[in-house]
């Protein structure tokens, strides 16, 4: 689908070589409705010039998860109106863009349309190239957003949709290293603790009511703990910590707090777990970078920390604004691509399960539907 005109003689040092690159950047794969304006520079240092987004959470409330019907609509009637203001807080023309960047895939695709058809319309309103993104693409560079990363690193993505240990070895090479093959950890939180009552989104809440609880009272199962490869699995985990709160009588604030710091610890110790396994099998490697919703747990956090410390690596935990879905990580990945001449063509299809590492996936599929579709 990339056009290879260019890429053939692209090297990763004509990032070094040219002018500074303007990219309008569009996501609407999920529940979110965003867009950024980001400059990247030789060098990889990049300036987020603006970084808009619109929640959809009032719309699905009543449904506890996201309506793809809903979320496609709400996307259709908001980022005309997200775009301008995020050209406006820019303060630029699109006649100064260098490109226009939309994610288009994968995800709910009666939403990543309508990022894409837009991308298509400016880009044939304006003369401007189109970079077709892929979401997981944004998210694997994310981190180059606030700091100046340098390649190979190992990412982490923990969030709703996705939980993946992917090494990025540059622009466009990923080596995904495990998946998870039934729920995301964040789906796990959200799943318990709409059960546990404690409300939407689950995983915050779930911690909050964790602080006070002791993680030894319930002994919940360490799905894949020690397996020899990276991938994860929670829905074992999830149906334990369910049987476990529903054959209490009367549940009580105290069987709550410690039900709740149970199943946390037993998500901290697989996640980090797996990401040993990855970073022992990663070969070398500048960080392990956290990125996803889940990322913001601090017991999670902190198991990673003392993994990362084992390893000898840092952790790296970008803002949570550009650990979670937004723009500018698909404006960054369009402009990095722009840079190595690369462009698509306006017949590009939107596509609802697009794998980073198409081998890896290949050879074994992620069979999760989860909310975005195949988390591969
Ligand atoms: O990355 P994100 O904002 O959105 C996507 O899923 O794309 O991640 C949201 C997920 C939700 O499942 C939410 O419950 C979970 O991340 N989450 C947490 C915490 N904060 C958010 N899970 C555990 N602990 C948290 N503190
Ligand atoms: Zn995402």
Redesign the pocket.
Known sequence: MMQAADSANATPAATTERAPLTVLGLESS???TAAAVVRLHPHGRADVLADEIARQDEAHAPYGGVVPEIAARAHASTLDRVVARAMGAAGIDFGELDGVAATAGPGLVGGVMVALMTGKAIALAHGLPLVAVNHLEGHALSPRLSQPLAFPYLLLL?????TQLLVVEDVGRYRRLGSTIDD????A??KL?KIMGLG????????RAAAAGDPRRFVLPRPLLGAPHADFSFAGLKTAARRAWEAIDQPTDRDRADLAASF?AA?ADVIADRTRRALASAGTVTALVA??????????RRALAAAAAEAGVPLVAPP?KW???NAAMIALAGAERLARGERDGLATAARPRWPLDEAAADAAPAVGGG??GAKA
């Open positions: 999920c529940d979110e923990v969030s709703g949709g996705h995301a950890a964040g789906e939180f959200d603790a939407h989104p689950g995983g915050p809440a779930l911690e946390q998500v990125a996803g919703g889940v990322a913001a747990n601090a017991a999670i949570p650990c979670t879905d909310r975005k």
